[in-house]
């Protein structure tokens, strides 16, 4: 571990990150906005949403497929709802106004629902979910993505791994945040599977046929040609194991985040120019807000949420387990550590963020 | 197939589901109201919801678990929301008010969402969901049910198999219909296999230690007599498949269902007395109804919707594939044959329906 990793405090990673997009020409607030979601990411476990991505972010500033002072307007608005064009920028500064505007509402009105068009990828969606909770509401997040997945009995990849995040307060336990992708399993997974010369399990991606593969190498080769084939819906492949219902899930996520907001869906996303230029990416994203004393007081609710997390976690056990897990958990005990203990990058993290100080000329001392 | 299925036309079985409900003291409109959503099951395709059941609701009226004549009560009111208590009601009673009062909330004010607690069994999710169509509304249903599946890691059956149901309006193309329970096989799909024998697919079901059981009918009695094991959520066995988003989706229904109406959740739903007599369900709903011309003109949103349905639909199949699917669209062509050339019913479900006509005194004429 000690070869593969070298442990980064956040603090200095921090500011690392939003000097960075500061010298892209992102203003001060958006470069921090834009750096909290990605810290949080690492923080959090999940690496492949975290600083391992600057690179995308600097490269997109570069190409102008993601904007640094971009024009976020309402195309639409009501007490309860709006429609943002998000101008091409950063999703995460696309994606923190649109659910702050829904949280506007929701502790105004008691609901609060925003989806986001003409924005980028925004990280990982438990952030935004998880922005609600302060207020004592719930929050739910959407977006979709580029595309890796294929529709059940398909070939091409038409959707993306289009994450659901929804978190809900609870009083003295921690807060059930679900952020998951519908597919069922990230191209992370299959690129750590490569390095490994894993085979893949039954069911997780299928080759240019249409068919299951277990070579992790094709399969993430035929998704970025699209030669056909790609991740598989959660369920996977075929009906037998319910891959029609991640499908179902995966659709739903780019009606909201794609149809309703009314500019790309499917394999839309991500255009390029007719020499294979990236243009801007197009991603949209939903956002929910809902205030729970709209239905009874906050305060009893919590309790049972407390009641309910607590009769899950004291239930028996299946052979050979020790613990069963809320949503989130995970997550929250692993930030816990890595505030205290600073964050643990890949050395190709690491150097890449090196290589990006040196090439936008930002002191890389961490 | 002609000796295992009658084919029956929808239109006498109505009329004899109607009449039995009638007998049982349930005034006409409820009445009508719960068989429409058994007779639609069938038409649909989904007879593990339909007629099949009738005899659960015959006992269920009988033994007082379900009230035929309910005082259905709202427990809070906003513009936007509210909480009912369905006063034990038929799920079906319950669960159409809850719903139409989520429509009539989101027609005026342009979002509408109702939670229901202390009612029952509703049939299938879809049915409320599909009345938000009528105007032009996306529709939401959620119920939380009896406890047939375990969380990721654990022993003891704590879930439900608690559907998600969304209804989303195209133009042309019919609409999307996602209704699907958030477990990857049903409690139907195992008494199948038990029936013939077969061996369950690897990642369906546990046993009593919590391990994968590929013996349907160990499987089903542990769960009747809670001995440990049962259905895994979508995703399968611990987290290599996503086992854990299954479980995730499964308690988020729950969440929704059963402590925000603040009722029963987990396996406080369907108690018992001490001696093991049946107390009414406990079962909660939650309904969801939202404009779509709060975000944008629905016109211009269902002809996207006809494009991404046409988009998938025309798409590379895989290999010995020869369709892609959309969420409902398998139901709406059963729903046309089935209303056309009558609804097959087991012998089983047949020979049942005429042993209630007989108990409850109304002539089967099927």
Not at 41 to 59: E, Q
Not at 197 to 207: N, Q, R, Y
């Amino acid at each position: 571990m000690s070869t593969e990793f070298r442990i980064v405090r956040q603090e200095p990673l921090t500011q690392f990150c939003q000097k960075v997009f500061e010298k892209m020409g992102v203003p001060p607030r958006d470069a921090a906005t834009t750096t909290e979601v990605l810290v949080l990411a690492d923080l959090r476990g999940i690496d492949s949403h975290g600083v391992a991505r600057l690179r995308r972010y600097y490269t997109g500033l570069k190409n102008g497929v993601m904007v640094s002072k971009p024009v976020i307007q309402t195309v639409h608005e009501t007490p309860l709802t709006a429609l943002l064009d998000g101008g091409a920028a950063l999703g995460q500064v696309a994606g923190k106004q649109g659910m702050n505007l829904a949280i506007e509402k929701a502790k105004k009105n008691g609901l609060g629902f925003v989806a986001v068009r003409n924005s980028n990828h925004y990280g990982i969606a438990g952030y935004y979910s998880l922005m609600a909770l302060k207020e004592d509401l719930i929050g739910i997040a959407l977006t979709n993505s580029d595309c890796y997945v294929v529709p059940t009995f398909g070939r091409d990849v038409l959707l993306g791994t289009n994450p659901i995040s929804v978190t809900v307060p609870a009083l003295k336990e921690r807060p059930f945040v679900l952020d998951m992708s519908t597919a069922v399993a990230t191209l992370g997974k299959l690129e750590v599977y490569n390095r490994m010369g894993k085979k893949l399990p039954h069911g997780w991606a299928t080759d240019e046929k249409g068919l299951f593969c277990d070579d992790a190498g094709r399969v993430l080769n035929n998704i970025r040609s699209k030669a056909g084939g790609g991740l598989l819906p959660l369920g996977g492949e075929g009906e037998e194991f319910g891959g029609h219902k991640g499908y179902g899930l995966d659709l739903l996520v780019d009606i909201f985040c794609g149809v309703l907001p009314g500019l790309a869906y499917l394999n839309l996303l991500y255009p390029k120019t007719p020499d294979g230029k990236p243009l801007p990416s197009l991603v949209g994203h939903f956002f929910g807000a809902m205030r729970i004393d709209a239905f009874r007081p906050a305060e009893d609710f919590k309790k049972d949420m407390d009641n309910m997390i607590r009769r899950l976690k004291s239930s028996n056990k299946a052979q050979g387990q020790d613990r069963i897990y809320v949503h989130g958990e995970k997550e929250f005990e692993l930030e816990e550590k890595y505030r205290r203990e600073g964050i643990p990058l890949y050395h190709k993290v690491y150097e890449d963020l090196k290589a990006i100080g040196e090439e936008v000329g930002v002191p890389f001392t961490l």
